[in-house]
């Protein structure tokens, strides 16, 4: 008898071990939606939507669930998750409030009310610990504006703000203890160590750089983002399309070249090596393959594709191994700013700011947008007929399929045709979410 007890209690004990540690089985735990892969759109008000919310929908069918949708403000827009799924933070511009989510219950965390607003927040790992980019953040004392706000997502508040002139986009390592910080018109590229900072209001890089808390790398030519691998960080230099000086940005990327990427070692805080490309604002790594995606201003024709549009941005496949530029394709122009992969090998691009063509609800004559589809199994390159800002893409590892978030329409796309997914639940491919969706997020690994 006393074995057989034993076995029981050890079962229980795993059976919790397995949910703690973000596993989502329907034999272990169901959420109080009873969904298991679940996926959080945000949408804004609109002209019939008074209030803005988290909508909760079934991954299985792409269907908007049966059940109450998350609060968030009254125009949520940019999310982001913790890398275990068990932590959402949703930003309402209507407030300039984050709001944080308790994936695993569906409840409400807590709501931090920032100084100003933010395009750039992460939550680096499974605490309720987060981070905001507010580039108009006031520090008493200082004229420098702008801060990375150190968000105690369960508690509702800031613990500590860390003075970071003109800070818009911050990066995490894997644990959270390195924060890379990216600022409008700098060359240059701020680490933090937030452990080390001092609440309510550390000031160590306004003082005395480096030290404990604040390291500013120089050497860059408008960087405004890093894919972070261990301890490299892959810098993203924007250079020409930012707005670098001609002469700093030969130096850095060379003289044939509007922008390229700088291999940062995270433990010497070096730059070891240098890769020339035409744009670079996004990237997604997959092995050894760097996707990198921009607008260059010096070599921006669409070249091989029949187009209205003048202006187009390019793709570039980087071998990381030899550090070298092996294929460029000619994409969507805009300002890039999303990109994943799903499952089938089938890379989204996204972007903000880019040239429509033509009217989505007019198909008759030519229709663009802001997304690019790479198949990088065969090289050909998609550009789906439809018009907007691509403000969120997510992609699953069993489901052939991609759900997109562009000009305020969340979309299906079947990546093994690169073409909306079409059935008797998706009318023209879309999930039918009332308001402007501004990102969409799976809670759930499927």
């Known amino acids: 008898m006393k074995k057989a007890v034993l076995v029981v209690i050890v079962l229980v004990l795993i059976s919790v071990g397995f949910i703690s540690c973000g596993y989502s089985s329907a034999y272990l735990y169901k959420p109080p939606s009873g969904l298991t892969k679940r996926v959080l759109a945000s949408q804004g008000v609109s002209s019939t939507q008074l209030f803005g919310s988290l909508w909760m929908i079934d991954g299985r069918y792409d ?3 049966r059940t109450t949708p998350l609060s968030a403000g009254g125009s949520p827009g940019l999310m982001a998750i913790s890398p275990t799924r068990n932590v959402l933070a949703a930003f309402d511009t209507s407030s300039n409030s984050v709001f944080g989510i308790n994936a695993v ?28 980019a507010v580039p108009t953040a006031t520090v008493t004392g200082y004229s420098f504006l702008g801060a990375v706000d150190v968000m105690d997502l369960s508690a509702g508040s800031i613990t500590t703000t860390i003075g970071v002139t003109s800070a818009k986009t911050v990066v995490a390592n894997a644990t959270g203890s390195q924060l890379l910080v990216f600022s409008d018109d700098s060359d240059s590229v701020t680490v933090l160590s937030p452990s080390s900072a001092v609440p309510p209001v550390d000031t160590s890089c306004f003082t005395n750089p480096p030290n404990a ?18 301890s490299v960080a892959y810098v993203l230099n924007c250079g020409l399309q930012c707005g670098a000086n001609p002469t700093t940005n030969s130096t850095v990327c060379g003289a044939t070249k509007a922008a390229c990427i700088s291999v940062l070692d995270l433990g010497s805080l070096t730059v070891t090596s240098t890769i020339p490309v035409d744009a670079a ?12 995606a921009g607008t260059s201003p010096i070599n921006n024709g669409c070249t091989g594709q029949t187009t209205a549009a003048t202006t187009c941005g390019t793709l570039e496949v980087v071998n990381l191994g030899s550090g070298t530029v092996t294929t460029s394709y000619v994409i969507t122009d805009g300002y890039h700013s ?33 997304l690019s589809i790479l198949n990088t199994n065969d090289g050909s390159v998609v550009i789906p007929p439809d018009n907007g800002n691509v403000n969120g893409l997510q ?11 562009e000009g305020g329409a969340l979309r299906v796309y079947d990546t093994t045709k690169n073409i909306l997914l079409i059935n008797d639940q998706l009318p023209e491919g879309t999930i039918n979410v009332v308001g402007y969706v501004g990102d969409v997020k799976a809670i759930d690994f499927f």
Request: some cysteine; charged content about 10%.
């Open 63 to 65: 269907t908007i669930a």
């Open 105 to 132: 219950t569906e409840a409400s965390l807590g709501r931090v009310q920032l100084p100003g607003p933010t395009s750039s927040m992460v939550v680096p790992t499974a605490s309720q610990i987060g981070y905001a």
């Open 213 to 230: 808390v604040c390291a500013i790398v120089p050497g860059f030519s408008r960087p405004v983002n890093a894919i972070v691998n261990g």
């Open 281 to 292: 604002t996004m990237a997604f790594l997959s092995g050894s393959t760097l996707y990198v």
């Open 338 to 370: 999303r990109m994943d992969m799903s499952a089938n090998g089938q890379l989204f691009i996204g972007s903000h700011d880019c040239t429509n063509i033509g009217n989505v609800n007019d198909p008759s004559g030519e229709v663009r947008g802001c």
């Open 395 to 405: 992609g699953f590892s069993q489901r052939d399929v991609e759900y997109v978030a």
